[in-house]
């Protein structure tokens, strides 16, 4: 099993934790070197990468998105707004079926959706261009036989508060495993009201992970990452169509959403072919599971996608 490197001396390195520390910014060109970004990535545990998906692109999944959670919220729950949680209490043995169909265990659901999604003409253009920029960054690190392990909507409305910090996976313990690489895609431009993804750099070792889980109680989880020496999150504030490239194993959270605007970023994650991490929410549709490797991405289909919603 090809193991994802890490530098151990990052585990002990002591960071100036009186500032956020920014994420590293690359452009769509810069990043299809691959090998550059990709250590970037396993030594910040992330990176913003501008202008990957075109402006009309981003507009049309975002319909396409939002017309496929309104289908799937009155399917599962019964009305289209996402306020509802995800208990199964007054619900019916059909709308609890049809929730774990659509819908992720996203960490904070009232108000917050992680709406899993076909591959169909929008969902696939979108998904095509942020590979043809980012595939090369992501094959160095998994190789180009990776296999994606998600394909979803993280959609945070109004109202939608902060999640707690955490990563995605882990690295030590009896659940360490090697990382994914998650690209999350802003489908409109993220402002710092709208909840922005925030990440602790550097976070992506076990020291911080152990920091993490000696805070305990989640008020108290960013006190002892900073007291262990590691900076506070900094939130990703992208532009419709940039792109932040994430290492699962960073420490992150979905900003609280006390704006007036839905927040909705396309998520796409790959792992180690037939190699999953424990703790990831693996949000994918059943169908798709071990079909699609990064190399192939050009000829992705789905022969359902042109009637599904």
Known sequence: ??????????????????????????????????????????????????????????????????????????????????????????????????????????????HRRDLKLALNEEVGECVRQLLRACGPCIASILTADAEMCELSALVSDPGAPAQPLHPDTQTSGTRAHCGLITVFVALQDVTPEMGPTEVCARTNVAEAHRALSRGGEPAHSLDALIAAGFPAPVPALLRAGDVLLMDSRVIHRGGANEGGKRRTLLVCTFQVPNNPAPGSTYSLLDEYAGRFRLGGFERWKDPAAATAC
């Open 1 to 110: 099993t090809q193991q994802i490197p890490t530098d151990p001396s990052l585990e002990i390195k002591v960071y100036n934790q009186t500032q956020p520390m920014a994420l590293p910014s690359l452009s769509a060109s810069e990043v299809e070197e691959g090998e550059d970004a990709a250590a970037l990535i396993l030594k910040h545990g992330a990176v913003v990468v501008r202008g990957v998906v075109s402006l009309a692109t981003c507009v049309e999944t975002r319909a396409r998105i939002d017309e496929r959670l309104r289908l799937a919220n009155l399917e599962a729950f019964g009305e289209e707004r996402t306020s509802t949680d995800f208990s199964a209490a007054g619900r019916t043995p059909e709308q609890v079926d049809a929730a774990a169909r659509y819908f992720g265990n996203v960490t904070a659901p009232v």
